[in-house]
């Protein structure tokens, strides 16, 4: 049975990626930090819960030494924290969501590199964003973040070629998930706002393109795969049946 570690496994993205590979076949290792959480989805969908905070490299250390074997990494972990300009912008914001959207993507991916070789056939996907692809008012912080990430993945395959792994884009617009209320640190009614009055993509929607990447034959890689609520043409262009 092939090994897929999902980070952010938790909920949303993470947590129905972990679900669809289960039902794929994959033994599926779940990561995150919050444990409760994860051992109830682990126990919902199948897989191994172990903690594992991406931004902490004695967390990333520990949870790869559980790992014996791995085919497939999907670095979900990430988010936004606020929607300031940059004349207002804070630090700690911006540092830690580079830290958990880049330097937390590189140290699983550099970790679990031998065991993706190792396996012959391995595959990595990085969760990136639109977020990624275009810049919006308020967003640098984390527009800046993805952009990063997308050069880190872009740079992976470069370097990985000739090897017996894949690397893909996965960026999705606007998606249902924690992801709103974490970025306004739990303000909920300003989270709903973000989906007010249209259709968000659905955590499943894009756990669905990542399996759809992943369940493709050894030799296809899907570079990217860019995927948007009919209702969204750019991150702050959505249209709404309220407004
Ligand atoms: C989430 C999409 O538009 O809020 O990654 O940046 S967006």
């Not at 199948?46 to 991406?54: I, Q, S, T």
């Not at 940059?86 to 911006?94: L, M, R, Y």
């Amino acid at each position: 049975m092939k090994t897929a570690v999902v980070t952010g496994a938790s909920s949303g993205i993470g947590a129905a990626t972990a679900c669809r590979l289960a039902a794929s076949g994959y033994d599926v290792v779940l990561g995150a930090r919050r444990i409760d959480r994860l051992e109830a989805v682990a126990a919902e969908f199948g897989g191994r819960a172990l903690p594992l905070d991406v931004t902490d490299p004695g967390s990333v250390e520990a949870f790869v030494a559980q790992v014996e074997d791995c085919s497939v990494l999907v670095n979900n972990a990430g988010g936004a924290l606020g929607l300031e300009p940059v004349a207002e912008a804070d630090d700690e914001k911006w540092r830690a969501m580079y830290d958990v959207n880049v330097l937390g993507t590189m140290r699983m991916t550099r970790a679990l590199l031998p065991h993706l070789v190792a396996s012959g056939d391995g595959h990595v996907v990085n969760v990136g964003s639109i977020a990624g692809l275009e810049t919006y008012d308020g967003g640098a912080g984390y527009t800046a973040a993805k952009h990063a990430l997308l050069a880190v993945t872009e740079t992976l395959r470069l370097e990985l070629l000739g090897q017996p792994v894949r690397v893909t884009d996965v960026a999705p617009g606007a998606v249902e998930t924690e992801f709103s209320i974490v970025r306004f640190a739990g303000d909920e009614a300003r989270a709903a706002k973000v989906y007010e009055g249209m259709t968000p993509l659905t955590a499943d929607d894009v756990a669905e393109c990542i399996v759809f990447a992943i369940t493709r034959p050894s030799h296809v890689n899907i570079d990217q795969i860019v995927v948007k609520p009919r209702d969204q043409a750019r991150a702050q262009r959505v249209y709404r049946s309220n407004s």
